[in-house]
């Protein structure tokens, strides 16, 4: 089966940079991908990774070690609307099923 | 380009009653997937659908069912509902990788 770790809860202060890590295991690995969650709102994608390396998407940035069966999303210059739960996804198996982190709980505070 | 659009946004059942949500993807969109949110058990995969084909299967009881039609809109069906299935139901639809998901379907067993 598919399991992937990722811490509960981060806090940061607005205008700083915050990492969140995954790591995962699974067999069939395709790509791992973000999302972002508002309270009482939909799951919103931020990124996939295919392949090892860096993707940046304007103040969001994720990385991928398929070697370390690693990633992390990288939030910079945090703003106060980035308060939300981040997971992180793996898309694997032959039907590309996406697998879900339990979720990282993002408080920036002013 | 209209999103996903999921019905109703809110159900209240009583248990042993069955209940029927719908899922209209994105147009283009073939593959539609179902999630159940609980802040118990986070994002759990239910089912995925690909041209009409239901491709992948989460862990869940045979109560849980669902189907998708020609014009890639799909249903789930739950029967004999349990107090513990009062979770939100998310469907996302995709044309590759990065799912964009609905706003979901709030359903609560009473």
């Known amino acids: 089966g598919q399991s992937l770790e990722q811490p509960s809860e981060v806090t940061a202060v607005e205008g700083a940079i915050v990492q969140i890590n995954c790591t995962y295991q699974?067999?069939?690995?395709?790509?791992l991908s973000w999302y972002q969650q508002h309270d009482g709102g939909a799951p919103t994608f931020l990124s996939y990774?295919?392949?090892?390396g860096l993707e940046e998407t304007g103040r969001f940035s994720s990385f991928l070690s398929r070697s370390d069966s690693y990633g992390y999303l990288l939030l910079q210059e945090l703003q106060m609307k980035d308060s939300a739960s981040y997971f992180c996804?793996?898309?694997?198996?032959?039907?590309?099923?996406?697998?879900f982190g339990s979720g990282t709980q993002l408080t920036v505070l002013p | 380009k209209a999103g996903v659009t999921q019905t109703p946004r809110y159900l209240i059942k009583t248990r042993g009653q069955q209940v029927t949500l719908s899922c209209s993807p994105i147009?283009?969109?073939?593959?539609v997937s179902w999630y159940q949110q609980t802040p118990g058990q986070g994002l759990q995969f239910l089912f995925e659908?690909?041209?009409?084909?239901?491709?992948n299967k989460g862990n869940f009881p045979g109560r849980f069912s669902g189907r998708q039609f020609s014009n890639s809109r799909s249903e789930m069906n739950v029967s004999t509902l349990e107090l513990g299935d009062s979770a939100l139901y998310l469907c996302?639809?995709?044309?590759?990788?990065?799912?964009?998901f609905g706003s979901g379907t709030r359903l609560t067993v009473v």
């Open positions: 996302a639809s995709s044309p590759n990788y990065g799912y964009t």
């Open positions: 699974t067999s069939g690995f395709y790509g």
């Open positions: 990774n295919g392949l090892d």
């Open positions: 996804a793996v898309t694997s198996g032959s039907a590309r099923q996406l697998t």
């Open positions: 147009s283009g969109h073939r593959s």
């Open positions: 659908y690909f041209s009409e084909t239901q491709r």
